[in-house]
């Protein structure tokens, strides 16, 4: 009895060994890296490895739509599924797992009511680890094996402590989503408000150089002493006003579309004023 315990413990030392590396180099590729589709392919692949399961599997929850799409897979049937795949919650062992937020064991998928198979995947035993973050279903892991009874309450554990590991990698990916948009969206918005202070600055120089060429109008109207050519009553009763005003220190404004005889007006009271003979 003595051997056979030391080598019982022995094994169990082991494994609790590969159980710790194995977590260690969870977390490292969850801090590693922020491509969140390309940081679960690696640890689905690194899980699959390390305890040798048949088939493991990741998949992501859409609440809203209530779906699970295949995030990453690995293993015996991963030729028979294809990341993006997508199923419901509403049936399955995953969905149940989704639903209840805890672990799913079917132990023998002949005899599990939930157990829905599919065609090119001779499952025996199935289990399915809820991916939860703050309260909130993120996704699944799925670990399948063609054997009946394949995985334990330590595979159980193993393999929730690895969904928790994978949720912190989820958020963090999620978040750096969420501000590489944001940053997107202020690029985008500051070159729109550079284009319209461009043009903005454009139609300023605009109407400056054309207060240019109207002031070298005036100043030629001016010289020349050009006058108002017609007889309509508005005409006439602009200049009445215009020949009152004239001689008063009383700032005018003049305003009016260009071509509209701006020039003129002005030059009418400059003429009349008492600063005729001055600028």
Not at 60 to 70: A, F, G, I, P, V
Not at 138 to 150: F, I, Y
Not at 172 to 177: D, E, K, P, S, V
């Amino acid at each position: 009895a003595g051997p056979e315990r030391a080598c019982g413990e022995s094994s169990k030392e082991r494994r609790r060994g590969e159980k710790l590396r194995l977590h260690n180099e969870v977390a490292k590729e969850v801090v590693s890296s922020l491509d969140r589709d390309a940081m679960l392919s690696r640890v689905v692949r690194l899980v699959l490895r390390a305890f040798e399961f048949v088939h493991l599997s990741c998949f992501l929850y859409d609440k809203d739509r209530r779906l699970l799409t295949l995030a990453a897979v690995a293993g015996r049937w991963e030729k028979a599924i294809h990341v993006g795949w997508t199923l419901s919650v509403d049936h399955g062992v995953l969905g149940q797992s989704i639903v209840q937020a805890r672990p799913y064991l079917a132990d023998d998928t002949s005899q599990d009511p939930h157990y829905v198979p599919y065609p090119g995947i001779d499952s025996r035993t199935e289990l399915a680890v809820p991916i939860v973050a703050r309260g909130k279903v993120l996704g699944c892991l799925n670990a399948e094996s063609h054997v009946v009874r394949a995985f334990s309450d330590e595979d159980v554990q193993t393999l929730t402590t690895v969904a928790d590991q994978i949720a912190s990698g989820i958020v963090n990916a999620n978040l750096y989503a969420e501000v590489s948009d944001f940053n997107s969206i202020l690029e985008t918005q500051v070159r729109e408000k550079t284009r319209e202070l461009t043009e903005a600055h454009n139609r300023i120089a605009e109407q400056k150089e054309l207060l240019a060429r109207e002031n070298l109008n005036l100043r030629a109207t001016l010289k020349q002493g050009a006058e108002f050519v017609g007889q309509a009553k508005r005409l006439r009763e602009l200049l009445v006003v215009a020949d009152k005003v004239a001689p008063t220190d009383a700032p005018v404004l003049i305003q009016g579309e260009s071509g509209t005889g701006k020039e003129l007006v002005a030059a009418r009271l400059h003429r009349l004023s008492r600063r005729a003979n001055g600028p």
